[in-house]
């Protein structure tokens, strides 16, 4: 046998094969390729591959499918999947599975190769069972590569309880991340509480945080169980954790490291099973240095980072959000969901969307109410949003009425002298309009075309303006 290194490749586009083939060989290994993942295993006796590469979705046996079949039959074989419709199910299920890696297609040939390389480096990846639950979070989709490796985060997070920091600007998705790495950990049937710790004043957050006993404080008229107790055994999000003052940072340090609090005025302990998730659209980073975050929480919180991109990086996101949160809006009015036109989507990809996915809900729900037809056009989106003011959608309804007149007259004419007919009438137009605005004075209207007032005179005699 070869001392090559043996890639097998299971995917139903012949071009992918091929590019796969050919930038391997390159890399000086040895390929077999399958359009089938029944033809695989078929194939699979004392030979197998040091690594395989897989598509997801394929005629018959899907790629998922033949990752927990594997998983008994080569436990050790590193597999890289690869596939076209790259959602974070996928991501997840794929890791799950026992996936080396997940690539979205289209990829780089040569972070393929590198992958490859990489696998055949770490063997002994046993493979598990490919997971059967399905994200119930529609909203977080993307095929943007930013958002791409937010679902390959979740998914390497997927078996593990690990502290996260999230960050990224308002209105990014935290939260959604925060509970898709609920929902895909071994927490997923416990509770997921959320808080966002800006949103509550400095001298309530601790009882909202831990909880309190009767008669603790002035209104504390009964004992109240705090987000720690109910999160217990579950994950507990803490949103905006830039904000806490420092006697709280220092409370929730001790907690994260004890696994125990007390509730405010009282006095025993209460020990707790929570995985804390944390979010912050500031740089906690300059905060430590400046001595406005406790370096020591920072790190404690910083196991693992996740950063949620600014809807302006992922533009080509935008459609799918779009009709996704139109479709919301419409459930959520009542009424048939509403489609885009390409002009619309144009200017709203263009739009640099500050609020990002947030805002862009909203303004999915104010297009649903304000719109007429069921098509939202260009003329329709608010210029806050990325549309158009109204001295330029006139300046483009006026060039679009003369491209249609010189069409027309193209049909009727293929000879048609189009500059020596729309000319005068053009000068027309603009002599009367300045003239109206200038009241009849000649010297005022030429200067508002730009010319003298002899030209403007000579040009009213040629046109039979007088």
Known sequence: MSDKLQVWIVDDDQSVRWVLQKALHQADMETRAFERGEHLLAALGDNQPDVLITDVRMPGMDGLTLLERLSTRCPELPVIVITAHSDLDNAVAAYQGGAFEYLPKPFDVDEAVSLVEKAARQSGLALGSVASSRSDIPS???????????????????????????????????????????????????????????????????????????????????????????????????????????????????????????????????????????????????????????????????????????????????????????????????????????????????????????QLVNASRRLTVTAPGGVITAADIPEDIGGRSGAKRLQEEWTQSLAFWAEKRLLNNDNAPLVEEALPEFEKTLIRTALAKAKGHRQDAAKMLGWGRNTLTRKIRALNLD
């Not at 979010?279 to 240095?289: I, W």
């Not at 950063?307 to 139109?326: G, K």
């Open 140 to 358: 977080l989709i993307g095929q943007a590569p930013a958002m791409q490796e937010v679902f390959r985060s979740i998914g390497r997070l997927a078996r593990s309880s690990m502290t996260v920091l999230i960050t990224g600007e308002s209105g990014t998705g935290k939260e959604l991340v925060a509970q898709a790495l609920h929902q895909h950990s071994p927490r997923a049937g416990h509770p997921f509480v959320a808080l966002n710790t800006s949103a509550i004043a400095a001298e309530l957050l601790e009882s909202e945080l831990f909880g309190h006993e009767r008669g603790a404080f002035t209104g504390a008229e009964a004992r109240r169980i705090g987000r720690f107790e109910q999160a217990d055994g579950g994950t507990l999000f803490l949103d905006e954790i830039g904000d806490m003052s420092p006697a709280l940072q220092t409370r929730l340090l001790r907690v994260l490291a004890e696994s125990e609090f007390y509730r405010v005025g009282g006095q025993a302990s209460i020990r707790v099973d929570v995985r804390v998730i944390a979010a912050t659209n500031q740089d906690l980073a300059r905060a430590v240095k400046e001595g406005r975050f406790r370096e020591d929480l920072y790190h404690r919180i910083n196991v693992m980072r996740i950063n949620t991109p600014p809807l302006r990086h992922r533009r080509e996101d935008i459609p799918a959000l779009l009709n996704h949160y139109l479709d919301d809006a419409g459930t959520e009015l009542g009424s048939p969901a509403k489609s885009v036109n390409s002009d619309a989507m144009a200017l709203l990809q263009g739009y640099d969307w500050p609020g990002n996915v947030r």
